[in-house]
């Protein structure tokens, strides 16, 4: 069966230090990949998705970056966080082959920059 | 662009109350569509979908019946409980675009009491 994991599941972390979050998905290959992040009060807002290796959209300009570096790896990364960063990060995966379905969620990392 | 509105919450009921949260959805093709449910400090579940017009999806007694006539996707559940307390969220996506991405409400926080 497919798994999704994402980690950590916290971080605390300071105005201008790096980020990278990790999200891996087994039991499938060539999945579609999607980070989204969940302000408070703010519903889902898609940050970047990738349908291959090393394919990477960005769907809001801002300070974060992706990349999947293999098949089931997708990681988010920011070389200075900002405090607007904060928020509830969410990895998800999805395959096209049997047409636009739904997505599988990751249990999501919950980020606080102080 | 494609969009989805929810109605704004947060909603409370009783334990066994009827339950309705109302979606509405703006696409330029024909999209799938979907809700999510987020319990406390999770990541999202798919509850249910339908994939075109006048399909109805179901789990765990809720509903949701695809109005392509009123571009609906309301959320109904005869009888909530208190385990029922959650966010949730409609969301569409477009078909035959390999790679698009699921496009959220805001969420509808529900709060069940008993």
């Known amino acids: 069966s497919q798994t999704i994991h994402q980690w950590p599941a916290t971080l605390v972390q300071p105005v201008g230090s790096p980020l990278s979050l990790e999200c891996t998905v087994e039991?499938?290959?060539?999945?579609?990949l999607y980070w989204y992040r969940q302000a408070a009060g703010r519903g889902l807002q898609l940050l970047f998705y990738s349908v291959g290796i090393g394919q990477i959209s960005s769907e809001v300009p801002q300070n974060l970056s992706a990349s999947r570096p293999q098949d089931r790896q997708f990681i988010l990364s920011s070389k200075k966080l900002l405090l607007s960063d904060s928020g509830f990060y969410l990895c998800?995966?999805?395959?096209?082959?049997?047409?636009?379905?739904?997505?599988?969620f990751g249990s999501g990392t919950r980020l606080t920059v102080v | 662009g494609d969009s989805v509105t929810q109605m704004e919450g947060p909603v409370t009921l009783s334990e066994e109350a009827f339950l309705t949260i109302n979606c509405t959805y703006t696409a330029t093709g024909y999209p799938s569509l979907f809700w999510y449910v987020q319990y406390p400090g999770e990541g999202l579940q798919l509850l249910l979908k339908?994939?075109?017009?006048?399909d109805k999806g179901s789990n765990k007694g809720f509903e949701a019946t695809y109005r392509k006539e009123t571009t609906s996707f309301h959320l109904e559940k005869g009888s909530v409980q208190v385990s029922d307390s959650a966010v949730y969220f409609c969301?569409?996506?477009?078909?035959?675009?390999?790679?698009?991405?699921?496009?959220f409400g805001k969420g509808t926080t529900l709060s069940v009491s008993s």
């Open positions: 039991g499938t290959s060539n999945p579609n």
């Open positions: 339908a994939t075109k017009a006048d």
């Open positions: 998800a995966w999805s395959r096209e082959e049997s047409g636009p379905g739904g997505y599988t």
């Open positions: 969301a569409l996506r477009d078909s035959n675009q390999a790679g698009t991405a699921l496009i």
